[in-house]
Every structure is written in structure tokens, then in C-alpha cells.
């Protein structure tokens, strides 16, 4: 059973506008929750996280969301540019451990 | 070496040989990990160690062992390897696996064929 869940597997967006990705957690026990960002043929690197006993984090363009009575977090990045066409994982920490999503492949048009 | 290199970029490797992915890290984290990436199913853990001269299992460790005997190194080995292993594998570090949210510092990954 996935403790992470993000359910859709593509995003397309058309540059400049807001793109919302979702994420959904079974564990009420997670203690942090962090974004990654992969492009192809690369390794994710950190985007951004926060901190369970909060309900927002921004860093610039980007804005992460807990919602911890839904068990939902989202990742808004606004405006958004080409640059961010990759895939995003949610990922969730508990004592140290940390579990990833599936990931939702964000595509910006022009 | 900056950041945390892997080798090789990719492999094919015939079904039932020996293959030892390489994961060496400069940042003197404690922590190492790895991941095996597939389509659907995101990243998922197959070893971990939290400090040099420990492992511990992830989700996914069978058919695959792992050594930390010192602080940069982390290599992985599939000891006969089987066509379900093909994937992309990453290997990742973080300072301390306790402190705060465990940010993790992934290398450009292994793309792996076994036929």
C-alpha cells in the first residue's frame, strides 16, 4: 500500500500560469514532507520541503501547502516557465526515513 | 569530485553475472542511500546506511547487498543479476538521516539493462 500517493502522472500547463501539483499521505506520523525535481537523464535535486507543524512554506516562485486533516499537500509555482517542465516527486519523512511518490510529469507550453 | 558521482552511466548485463553499481560522495555525509527508479512506481529504497559501517534494508533490498566501509563510498551489488533489476539507480546521501527534514543529494543515476 503506497504511503505517498500522487495521482496523476502528467501536468500540462501553458507558460506563465500557475501549476498545482498534488500529493496525498496515508501516515499522520510524517514529520516533514519535501518536493523533488528530475529532469531526464539526471538525478532529483531538492525543490523545496516543510515542516508538518506548518501549513505553508513559499520560496519564490514556489509554494508548498499542508493541509494535514485531508493528509494533502500541493506545490504551486507560479509563474510558471519553461524551465520547470520535469518531473516532481512528493516525498514523506518519518524517524528518519523518507518515502517518494510516483511523480507527475509537469510539461509547460508556450 | 564534486557532490556525489555513480558509475557507470549505464550497463548491459547479461542475466545471472555479477554487477557492482559504484556511489562515492565528497560531502562527508553520514548518510548514504539507494534507490531504484520505474516507471509508476517512483523511487524506491533498496539499502540504506546511516553511518559508515552500518546497512540497513530498505523496501526493495533482495537480490541486491551493500558495504559502507568508509565514509565516501557506497557500492551496490547485484550478485546474479535477473531481467526484473533493470532500472535506472540512484544513489543519494544526507548529512545526518535524524536531522530535520533529511535532505537527500542524489547522483546522476545508473541505467541498468539486465537481458
Known amino acids: 500500500d503506497q504511503q505517498v500517493k500522487q495521482n496523476s502522472p502528467s501536468l500540462s500547463v501553458q507558460e506563465g500560469r500557475i501549476s498545482i501539483l498534488n500529493c496525498d499521505y496515508t501516515n499522520s506520523m510524517f514529520d516533514y514532507f519535501l518536493w523533488y525535481k528530475k529532469y531526464p537523464a539526471e538525478g532529483p535535486t531538492f525543490l523545496i520541503s516543510i515542516s508538518s507543524i506548518k501549513d505553508k512554506n513559499e520560496d519564490g516562485r514556489f509554494t508548498v501547502f499542508l493541509n494535514k486533516s485531508a493528509k494533502h499537500l500541493s506545490l504551486h509555482i507560479v509563474p510558471s516557465q519553461p524551465g520547470d517542465s520535469a518531473v516532481y516527486f512528493c516525498?514523506?519523512?518519518?524517524?528518519?526515513?523518507?518515502?517518494f511518490g510516483s511523480g507527475t510529469r509537469l510539461s509547460i507550453r508556450p | 569530485i564534486a557532490g556525489i558521482t555513480q558509475a557507470p552511466t549505464s550497463q548491459i548485463l547479461a542475466a545471472g553475472r555479477r554487477m557492482t553499481l559504484r556511489c562515492t560522495q565528497d560531502?562527508?555525509?553520514?548518510?548514504m542511500y539507494w534507490y531504484r527508479q520505474d516507471l509508476g512506481l517512483g523511487l524506491r529504497l533498496i539499502h540504506y546506511?546511516?553511518?559508515?559501517?552500518?546497512?540497513g534494508k530498505g523496501e526493495v533490498p533482495d537480490g541486491y547487498s551493500v558495504s559502507r566501509a568508509n565514509t565516501d563510498d557506497f557500492p551496490l551489488t547485484l550478485a546474479s543479476a535477473v531481467p526484473s533489476q533493470t532500472s535506472v539507480y540512484f544513489c543519494?546521501?544526507?548529512?545526518?538521516?535524524?536531522?530535520?527534514?533529511?535532505?537527500?543529494?542524489f547522483g546522476p543515476g545508473t541505467r541498468l539493462t539486465v537481458l
Open positions: 543519494a546521501s544526507s548529512v545526518d538521516p535524524g536531522a530535520g527534514n533529511n535532505e537527500q543529494f
Open positions: 546506511s546511516n553511518t559508515a559501517g552500518t546497512t
Open positions: 560531502m562527508r555525509h553520514n548518510a
Open positions: 516525498a514523506a519523512v518519518s524517524a528518519s526515513k523518507i518515502i
